[in-house]
């Protein structure tokens, strides 16, 4: 049984910096996709990064390219969301999900989901 587990959110100002810790575990996961999404109150859930655990492949929403990084280590089975420059409107909360084959920008493509941990950004 799949299971992801966030860890890494909390409180943080303007301009600082959080790192974002999944740590994923109840397969082997070199055939997966491995995306981090955020939900902000009332707002719909969107895509944020997503990593191809097999070949290191990147991608990220418009919005965080430039300041977010998304990194993972197959020895640990963990994902990483290194964020940095954060904005208020980086308020929401990240979620890490996975799939199996590419990776997708799309959240109901993804099959397993971790409860989510809270990034707060106060201006």
């Known amino acids: 049984q799949v299971q992801l587990v966030e860890s890494g959110g909390g409180l943080v100002h303007t301009g600082g910096s959080l790192t974002l810790s999944c740590a994923a575990s109840?397969?082997?996961?070199?055939?997966?996709?491995m995306g981090w999404f955020r939900q902000a109150p009332g707002k719909e859930r969107e895509f944020v990064a997503a990593?191809?655990?097999?070949?290191?492949?990147?991608r990220y929403a418009d919005s965080v390219k430039g300041r977010f990084t998304i990194s993972r280590d197959n020895a640990k089975n963990m994902v990483y969301l290194q964020m940095n420059s954060l904005k208020p409107e980086d308020t929401a909360v990240y979620y890490c999900?996975?799939?199996?084959?590419?990776?997708?920008?799309?959240?109901?493509?993804?099959?397993?989901w971790g409860q989510g941990t809270q990034v707060t950004v106060s201006s």
């Open positions: 999900a996975a799939r199996w084959g590419t990776t997708s920008s799309e959240f109901y493509e993804y099959d397993y």
């Open positions: 109840g397969r082997t996961f070199n055939n997966y996709g």
């Open positions: 990593i191809n655990w097999s070949s290191g492949s990147t």
